[in-house]
């Protein structure tokens, strides 16, 4: 059964103050990981998708690599607006997506 | 409109009501799925529609009906619903096999 554990499960920096979170993942066949953001009320946004091994993606602030076990989201001089739940899903051979339980970000001033 | 979208955004009903939640997406998908979100839990996975056509019921409860009358629309039934059924309510497109993207959701009450 695939499974994702997410840390930390809530996570506070201050503007500018750097971190990252943490994905770990079991899964037969990865076909993919995917990151989402997530609003109070509102539906995941995707982020993004990462297959293999050693890729890395980046948008503005954020950066997602990935290894064979884990997935970090890197979170760069971040600001209050990044604050939401950050959700990490992984795709194997079924192909349906198994979600952490996420981590909540707050930026503050 | 773009993307996926849901109604209601809200409901609240009884236990003795019956009511439909509506999902319609304009990104020419071919799949479409209902998750279910409860607080401090990760997404779970109801149905899932490929094509029209049910590929997926992960063990959910008889009193929650799903219908997909084309690959645009999917429609979620409710009936007889029990208070632990009150959650956000997803709904969700792709190609096959590619990232998921969802709706805003229908927060659901039971009283």
């Known amino acids: 059964e695939d499974q994702v554990t997410q840390s930390p499960e809530a996570l506070r920096l201050q503007e500018g103050e750097s971190s990252s979170l943490n994905c770990s993942y079991t899964?037969?066949?990865?076909?993919?990981l995917f990151w989402y953001r997530q609003d109070p009320g509102k539906g995941p946004e995707f982020l993004f998708t990462?297959?293999?091994a050693g890729e890395e993606k980046e948008k503005e602030r954020l950066k997602a690599t990935l290894t064979k076990k884990e997935s970090f989201l890197h979170i760069t001089a971040p600001k209050p607006e990044d604050s939401a739940t950050y959700l990490c899903?992984?795709?194997?051979?079924?192909?349906?997506?198994?979600f952490g339980t996420g981590t909540r970000l707050q930026v503050t001033l | 409109e773009t993307g996926v979208t849901q109604t209601p955004r809200h409901l609240v009903m009884g236990m003795t009501n019956k009511k439909s939640l509506k999902c319609e997406q304009h990104?020419?998908?071919?799949?479409m799925y209902w998750y279910k979100q409860s607080a401090k839990k990760p997404l779970e996975l109801m149905f899932v529609?490929?094509?029209?056509?049910?590929?997926e019921n992960n063990s959910v409860p008889s009193r929650f009906s799903p219908e997909c009358p084309n690959s645009s629309h999917l429609f979620l039934h409710l009936h007889t619903l029990q208070p632990e059924d009150s959650a956000l309510y997803l709904c969700?497109?792709?190609?096959?096999?590619?990232?998921?993207?969802f709706g805003p959701g229908t927060r659901l009450t039971v009283l």
């Open positions: 990104l020419g998908h071919n799949a």
């Open positions: 969700a497109s792709s190609r096959e096999g590619d990232e998921q993207f």
């Open positions: 899964v037969s066949g990865l076909r993919g």
């Open positions: 990462l297959y293999s």
């Open positions: 899903a992984v795709a194997g051979t079924a192909s349906k997506l198994t």
């Open positions: 529609y490929n094509f029209k056509e049910q590929t």
